[in-house]
């Protein structure tokens, strides 16, 4: 599904128009952004939790050459998946 079946879908269920819901998904999009961007944590209870997370400098080989590279260390996102989104999945 990309973003537009999304509307699409969060339209039809809602009943609301699609230009209103796509306004609405790109304002919860923007805030789930906003905030993990700045480094706090954003809990859909239910769904699971976005975060930012850390990653170490390490060392990498260049696969075409074997040369050791030096991978330097990054933020990363995490998303964490609620227990019932979990459930849903695995058709509990």
Request: avoid cysteine; charge should be positive.
């Amino acid at each position: 599904m990309n973003k537009q079946e999304l509307v699409d879908a969060v339209a039809a269920k809602t009943g609301g128009s699609k230009a209103a819901t796509g306004e609405a998904i790109d304002a919860v999009i923007a805030a789930i952004t906003g905030e993990v961007t700045k480094g706090g944590t954003v809990q859909l209870v239910g769904f699971g939790s976005f975060s930012t997370g850390a990653r170490a400098a390490r060392v990498g080989r260049n696969p075409s050459t074997g040369a050791e590279i030096q991978i330097p260390a990054a933020k990363t996102v995490k998303f964490t998946a609620g227990k019932a989104f979990k459930d849903a999945v695995n058709g509990a």
